[in-house]
């Protein structure tokens, strides 16, 4: 079976799909949570130290360390999520619909936005940063900072097909 020469991906975005991309993003891809993380285990190092030395009002500076090395990570995750689900409705991505379409051939990628008039644009796939094949999606990054995300089963061929498409046009190395 011949390999094709264009991929046409009229992309249907949902809620999920959008929420598990923004996830991807910031937390796996970015690592967004780590000086949070770091910050916390500071404090409650320095709480447990407090605790050790047995003064007086070291149960209480303990006590506040703990709670603000605890609640830090809870609120800056909490208010993350809130933030993408409040993007998500903004976005009005339920019921699913069409934002834009990709279409990929030999020379490049071409974009069409769905959802407003604008130019469409034309990116060679030297100029493409990296792709992540997750569940169900493909993560498409064309820049440092912004992604097309390709849900599974809506490209004109196979998703496998599609990946192994974006290999040979990407590198393997950048296809993770």
Excluded at 48 to 56: N, S
Excluded at 71 to 98: C, D, E, W
Excluded at 105 to 116: L, P, Y
Excluded at 162 to 175: I, P, S, T, V
Aim: proline residues 4%; hydrophobic residues 45%.
């Amino acid at each position: 079976m011949e390999a094709a020469k264009t991929i046409s991906i009229p992309v249907k975005l949902d809620e999920k799909t959008f929420r598990r991309f923004a996830r991807f993003d910031m937390l796996i891809l970015r690592k967004k949570w780590v000086r949070p993380a770091v910050f916390s285990a500071i404090l409650i190092a320095f709480a447990i130290i407090a605790l050790l030395t047995r003064k007086e009002q070291s149960g209480m500076i303990a006590a506040v360390l703990l709670a603000v090395g605890i609640g830090l990570p809870l609120v800056y995750i909490g208010t993350f999520l809130s933030q993408v689900n409040m993007h998500a409705v903004r976005a009005g991505l339920k019921p699913a619909r069409t934002v834009y379409t990709l279409t990929l051939g030999e020379a490049g990628i071409h974009i069409e936005n769905n959802q407003k008039k604008e130019a469409s644009q034309d990116l060679s796939w030297s100029s493409a940063c990296q792709a992540f094949r997750k569940k169900n999606c493909i993560y498409l990054y064309v820049t440092p900072q912004k992604a097309f995300l390709l849900p599974g089963g809506q490209a004109s061929v196979p998703d496998e097909e599609l990946w192994d498409f974006m290999k040979k046009h990407l590198g393997a190395e950048k296809c993770r």
